[in-house]
């Protein structure tokens, strides 16, 4: 069976939904009095990965490595430079226009700031009911009714329709947000740091509220954050990523307790342990993220790699199965 060929397991479809294939993102730098392009942002560079139905992928890095510029190509909102991205079968790099709005009812995505991605002119109500208005997925009669429903569904009361944005906390904002998300059942959600705004107590609810819904709707996320802990809460696989490449993918499990990259290592190595009978040695990185504007040759981690060799210099690692699933892009496993 292909990657792209679905199966069903108990009632419900498996199989691949998502497949990205060596995708790049470069923004051009300009100069001049006419703007000429005097070199590239590599934002994204050559990233491959692909996501199960049902699943969520999590990916995280530091600032800057290109997560949430991933998640923009997923969701088309950015074009690629280079490569490919499949979704549920189909080729989705160059479709624009009515097909892009007509395929677009499949994958939603949720914000890190909910406030910015509500029109605060807007009602709850008009809000949420906005997407199936707009594709006319139902009648008005049956969109209020689904309005009621999915406000009832994350947590909110249907009364809360009639009010504004701002009379609302961030926590219940970001139900809003994902009652928006959920209007039109989408396959995929893509959740860019949807968290990291909210306090400790309320991140709890809405990932607990994530889950639920990734139950009862059979929905797959790619959840991008830069919170270990978050990430390993909410993720069955998780991507690691570092200068717009991609430098480890594993099931959580298996990363988190065999992390085999030493980005990877390092990146866990800060992580807070809850328990405090557990403690890591911990991996201090000398230097800085080198800029995507020039990004190092071979290997984009060797200059603050503490392991590095003199192949790391000069050739590019790719990403290797090292059983298990857990696939690394390091020539110390070549």
């Not at 050559?46 to 998640?71: M, P």
């Not at 040695?281 to 993220?289: A, F, Q, S, T, Y």
Request: with cysteine; proline share 5%; hydrophobic share 40%.
């Amino acid at each position: 069976m292909s990657v792209t060929e679905k199966s069903v397991k108990d009632g419900v479809a498996t199989g691949t939904l998502l497949e990205v294939k060596g995708v790049k993102k470069y923004f051009p730098i300009t100069a001049g009095v006419i703007r000429r392009k005097v070199g590239d942002i590599k934002a994204v560079d050559d990233v491959s990965f692909h996501l199960n139905r049902g699943e969520t992928l999590g990916l995280v890095g530091e600032s800057g490595c290109g997560k949430s510029t991933t998640g923009r190509l997923i969701m088309r909102v950015l074009d690629p430079t280079e490569g490919s991205i499949e979704f549920d079968g189909k080729d989705i790099t160059h479709v624009r226009g009515s097909e892009l709005r007509h395929l677009r009812k499949d994958f939603q995505m949720i914000f890190q700031d909910p406030y910015s991605s509500l029109n605060p002119r807007m009602s709850v109500g008009t809000l949420v009911a906005e997407p199936m208005v707009v594709n006319k997925t139902a009648s008005r009669s049956e969109i209020k009714d689904r309005v009621a429903w999915l406000l009832e569904t994350v947590g909110l009361s249907a009364d809360a329709r009639q009010r504004y944005p701002h009379e609302f906390s961030g926590g219940q904002r970001q139900r809003i947000a994902i009652a928006r998300a959920l209007s039109l059942r989408p396959k995929l959600i893509v959740a860019d740091e949807a968290v990291s705004a909210l306090d400790v107590s309320i991140q709890a609810q809405i990932l607990n509220l994530l889950a639920d819904l990734r139950k009862e709707f059979g929905l797959s996320y790619v959840f991008i954050s830069h919170n270990l802990a978050v990430v390993k809460h909410v993720s069955d696989r998780v991507g690691v990523m570092y200068l717009g490449r991609m430098a480890e993918i594993a099931p959580k499990d298996l990363l988190y307790s065999n992390p085999l990259h030493p980005y990877t290592q390092a990146l866990l190595s800060a992580a807070p342990e809850p328990k405090r009978h557990v403690q890591r040695e911990r991996i201090i990185l000398v230097g800085d993220v080198p800029s995507p504007a020039k990004p190092p040759s071979g290997c984009a981690f060797h200059t603050r790699c503490p392991k590095v060799m003199d192949v790391c210099r000069s050739e590019r690692p790719i990403l290797k199965d090292h059983g298990g699933g857990q696939i690394v892009a390091c020539h110390l496993y070549a």
